[in-house]
Antibody
Framework: QVQLVQSGAEVKKPGASVKVSCKASGYTFTSFGISWVRQAPGQGLEWMGWISGYNGNKDYAQKFQGRVTMTTDTSTTTAYMELRRLRSDDTAVYYC??????????WGQGTLVTVSS | QTVVTQEPSLTVSPGGTVTLTCASSTGAVTSGYYPNWFQKKPGQPPRALIYNTSDKHSWTPARFSGSLLGGKAALTLSGVLPEDEADYYCLLYFRTTQSWVFGGGTKLTVL
């Protein structure tokens, strides 16, 4: 069965970077892209960007351009999302999701990233 | 900046029918926006319900349906159950920026 398993919770100081991983299994990794979505406390869902599992092509939300990098490792079927220059308002649960036919179907369990001095 | 707007909150009685809508600041929502709908409960990841306006995933209950209604994307729940109480988010694709944008979400109360 399709599974996306994310790395554990992180606590970071303002200005630092965080890298969240998303280990995919149960499907052909290179046939689907991975999107990253976050939800800050008490807020809605926010799309951060997408990366192709086939060729690494990416699209980032304008808000995160220059601060986010999404990568994949096809040998380990793992996607990564690195966010730099963290601020307190980056505190959120970060999710990866598999792209499916112009949308997202399977989701990871989420990774809580807390930014605090 | 593109804004996607949903009703902040709606209330429905058990067994009733409710329609949630999703509008774009750029104009009428069409199938080319590939509307998606997700259900979100506290402490759980989002659950995909609808893609491509009206297509259902294999796990989507029959009581959920998607459509286009009056220039908006719509999610209709028929025969609402207490467990349908949740936040619902729409997601639209914008070709001009090659990006997806979530709506602000609708808090659905079953009462």
């Amino acid at each position: 069965q399709v599974q996306l398993v994310q790395s554990g919770a992180e606590v970071k100081k303002p200005g630092a970077s965080v890298k969240v991983s998303c280990k995919a299994s149960g499907y052909t990794f290179t046939s689907f892209g991975i999107s990253w979505v976050r939800q800050a406390p008490g807020q809605g869902l926010e799309w951060m960007g997408w990366i192709s599992g086939y060729n690494g092509n990416k699209d980032y939300a304008q808000k995160f351009q220059g601060r986010v990098t999404m990568t994949t490792d096809t040998s380990t079927t793992t996607a990564y999302m690195e966010l730099r220059r963290l601020r307190s308002d980056d505190t959120a649960v970060y999710y990866c999701a598999r792209d499916h036919a112009n949308g997202a179907d399977y989701w990871g369990q989420g990774t809580l990233v807390t930014v605090s001095s | 900046q593109t804004v996607v707007t949903q009703e902040p909150s709606l209330t429905v009685s058990p067994g009733g029918t409710v329609t949630l809508t999703c509008a774009s600041s750029t104009g009428a929502v069409t199938s080319g926006y590939y509307p998606n709908w997700f259900q979100k409960k506290p402490g759980q990841p989002p659950r995909a319900l609808i893609y491509n306006t009206s297509d259902k995933h294999s796990w989507t209950p029959a009581r959920f349906s998607g459509s286009l209604l009056g220039g908006k994307a719509a999610l209709t729940l028929s025969g609402v159950l207490p467990e349908d109480e949740a936040d619902y988010y729409c997601l639209l694709y914008f070709r001009t920026t090659q990006s997806w944008v979530f709506g602000g979400g609708t808090k659905l109360t079953v009462l």
